[in-house]
């Protein structure tokens, strides 16, 4: 049965914090999860990465155990998704782009622009303050940085506390490359967008993926393998 001749039951309540988020949560009436969302300056964003297992019209979206598995859907362009040892569902291009959708009725993958909205409400931030990505993630990031004066010190690890005060709870992420092999499942979130470069689709990432803690931008073919964050229509 089809997302969209069914309705979702939303119920809202007031959350008192830094960003005065409102919360809510819906249940997706194809495989039973329940997303959270959040209200995010004007954005309202789910609350967690998408982890279904089947489009929008139930069909099933192929499961990749293995490297070979994720790289023959690939070269057959097919849409499959793998689950992190981390818990987080990452798809390739072919599933996010599928007509029948992975995302529920009334929710889209955001664009970089969109995300980057985000971000700014948040403060933004640079490789140095990161101030937003402090505030999505709710995980510990680590950073290389000079530690001592110029004649003992040397390069260390600095561990940077996040507050995920923005409600967003960005976790612990990583990636699949296009021959199937996992990427960073650690430091970083990472993000598929509804951006197109080309024949490549943009990733937005957060965290320390790039040497950047203030979050960054990659461009990457369907093949690859990333986490869905939905966006409210």
Known sequence: ??????????????????????????KDPIDGKVYKIVKIGEQVWMVDDI?????????PINRAFTEKQ????????????????????????YAITDKRGIVPSGFVIPT??????????????????????KSMAT?????????????????????IKANGNSGFKAKKGGYVYDHGALGNEGNCSYWW?????????????????????????????????FAVRALKR
């Open 1 to 26: 049965m089809s997302r969209y001749f069914l309705t979702f039951v939303i119920s809202l309540c007031i959350s008192i914090s830094t960003f005065a988020q409102q919360y809510g949560s819906f």
């Open 139 to 159: 995980y510990s990031i680590f950073i290389e940085d000079w530690v001592g004066d110029q004649e003992t010190g040397g390069l260390e690890d600095v561990e």
């Open 70 to 93: 994720w790289k023959e859907n690939g070269n057959k362009k097919l849409g499959c998704y793998r689950k992190l040892s981390n818990g987080t569902y990452v798809y390739n291009g």
């Open 112 to 133: 970089f622009p969109q995300f980057n909205q985000l971000i700014n409400f948040l403060g933004g931030g640079n490789s140095q303050s990161g101030r937003a990505t």
């Open 51 to 59: 982890n279904t297992t089947s489009y929008n019209n139930g069909d």
């Open 193 to 225: 967008t509804a951006t197109k470069e080309g024949e490549n689709i943009v990733v937005k990432d957060i965290g320390y993926c790039s040497q950047d803690l203030g979050g960054g931008k990659g461009s990457y073919s369907k093949s690859f393998g």
